[in-house]
T-cell receptor, first 111, second 116 residues
């Protein structure tokens, strides 16, 4: 079982719609969670981090964390073509002192 | 101002050669990392250094040897390159060991290594 799992996609949403990206993790010791965006041929860049159960909003982005279900999600409201990218979910585990990434979900926002 | 820089951006070489990739960060961070991203886009930690001290050494062939001359630099030397080493290698840095409440890892632009 992969430590951090994501659906590889592609997830296709029309412009202006809400894109919902999901991630599950296996290590209950994971303490904090990160969403990175990676455009093709570029490096990952941080979009959101979340550490507590519940929702965290930043502009058009909302991260949701449910530690009981070991589930993290990222909602993108009013999706734009420029949001088309691969979104990487990552979990930090203190015992291993490392960030573990999922394989990413490719998002396509269509006109 | 480039926060995390890597050289070279592209590296094409023959099997069996030895090559190095250099990384520098000007963010004043204490921790630096090397990641490998394969053709399926899976990003996996290889090494991390905190203030020049190795703190993570994942299951990586010992042909890979990181070196940190100071906390702003982390280089990766690869001996006897193999076809399976072809990937994009990313350097990253963070203020403290990854995952603290306000910590963020900043990634370099990547080095695309192709072994022929």
């Amino acid at each position: 079982q992969k430590e951090v799992e994501q659906n590889s996609g592609p997830l296709s949403v029309p412009e202006g719609a809400i894109a919902s990206l999901n991630c599950t993790y296996s290590d209950r010791g994971s303490q904090s969670f990160f969403w990175y965006r990676q455009y093709s041929g570029k490096s990952p860049e941080l979009i959101m981090s979340i550490y507590s159960n519940g929702d965290k909003e930043d502009g058009r982005f909302t991260a949701q964390l449910n530690k009981a279900s070991q589930y993290v999600s990222l909602l993108i409201r009013d999706s734009q073509p420029s949001d088309s990218a691969t979104y990487l979910c990552a979990a930090y585990t203190g015992t291993a002192s490392k960030l573990t990434f999922g394989t990413g979900t490719r998002l396509q926002v269509t006109l | 101002d480039t926060a995390v820089s890597q050289t070279p951006k592209y590296l094409v070489t023959q099997m069996g050669n030895d090559k190095s990739i250099k990384c520098e960060q000007n963010l004043g961070h204490d921790t630096m990392y090397w990641y490998k991203q394969d053709s399926k886009k899976f990003l996996k930690i290889m090494f991390s250094y905190n203030n020049k001290e190795l703190i993570i050494n994942e299951t990586v062939p010992n042909r890979f040897s990181p070196k940190s001359p100071d906390k702003a630099h982390l280089n990766l030397h690869i001996n006897s390159l193999e076809l399976g080493d072809s990937a994009v290698y990313f350097c990253a840095s963070s203020q403290i060991a990854s995952g603290a409440s306000t910590d963020t890892q900043y990634f370099g632009p990547g080095t695309r290594l192709t072994v022929l």
